[in-house]
């Protein structure tokens, strides 16, 4: 076999293996394979001419630049950012590509949570898991509400709250935050569609989910969230190389 062929497919194989890493959320070992592989295939792209070669490599490095961005933004993907919405919400339209309505559902599930906690951190420095009762804004925002929600969410340590999907909005309603006050507008429509999620085999049900009921919640999550399709990583088709 052709050496320089030899090495395509060795990094056609390194990157395949970096897909699934990703696809697994396992984003530091995604962002090291792709790198490593990456330099091999641009090397071949640039002396074999191969096009399909050269799109896969702009591709791929379309992909690095996000990962890239979202390691940064996230310290070492570890803190919620705007790209785990992204990652999350990418992930969902593969499943649903691939006829898996109730794991694709259960991430935009997952993602209707998740822009919450977003905000919490992005805006306030507030972990939706573990929030300071000694904090300012938080006294001020539980002085606001009523006494029950401290006591339901309050943690076994007694000194923070831990909060879930429908309580994060209301504690962001509650922080005068305008997504917390959208939420509560629309929160017929909202919770119509999670319902459908409620009842799922994955959730509390024994329904199994369709592509309607998953259409129904990406138009809901899409607009509430503000964010557009083409703003989410797309994984590329790897080629079949000639012999």
């Known amino acids: 076999m052709d050496p320089a062929l030899k090495r395509y497919l060795a990094a056609l194989s390194g990157i395949s293996e970096a897909y699934r890493e990703w696809d697994k959320f396992d984003h530091k070992s995604a962002y090291r394979n792709l790198q490593k592989s990456v330099n091999e ?56 590509k691939e006829n898996k309505y109730d794991d694709a559902i ?47 969410h309050i943690r076994g340590d007694s000194a923070s709250l831990e909060l879930s ?34 009842h799922s085999i994955l959730a509390h049900g024994s329904r199994i989910l369709d592509k309607n009921d998953f259409d129904r919640m990406w138009k809901l999550v899409m607009d509430f969230s503000g964010l557009v399709e083409k703003a989410l990583p797309v994984f590329p088709q790897l080629p079949v190389p000639c012999a």
């Open 41 to 96: 295939l641009t090397v071949y792209a640039e002396c074999s001419g191969d096009i399909s070669a050269v799109e896969l490599t702009n591709a791929v490095a379309c992909n690095l630049d996000f990962l890239d961005s979202f390691k940064q933004a996230s310290l070492e993907y570890k803190e919620t950012c705007s790209y785990h919405v992204l990652d999350l919400l990418s992930n969902s339209l593969r499943r649903a």
């Open 106 to 152: 259960a991430r935009l599930y997952r993602t209707l949570e998740m822009i919450a906690q977003e905000r919490l951190w992005t805006g306030y420095k507030l972990n939706a898991s573990n929030i300071p009762l000694e904090n300012k804004i938080v006294i001020k925002a539980l002085l606001s509400m009523n006494p029950w929600f401290k006591e339901k």
């Open 165 to 198: 999907l429908y309580s994060d909005y209301e504690f962001l309603k509650a922080l005068g935050d305008e997504l917390g006050v959208q939420y509560f507008i629309r929160e017929k429509e909202i919770r119509q569609v999670l319902d459908a999620r409620n």
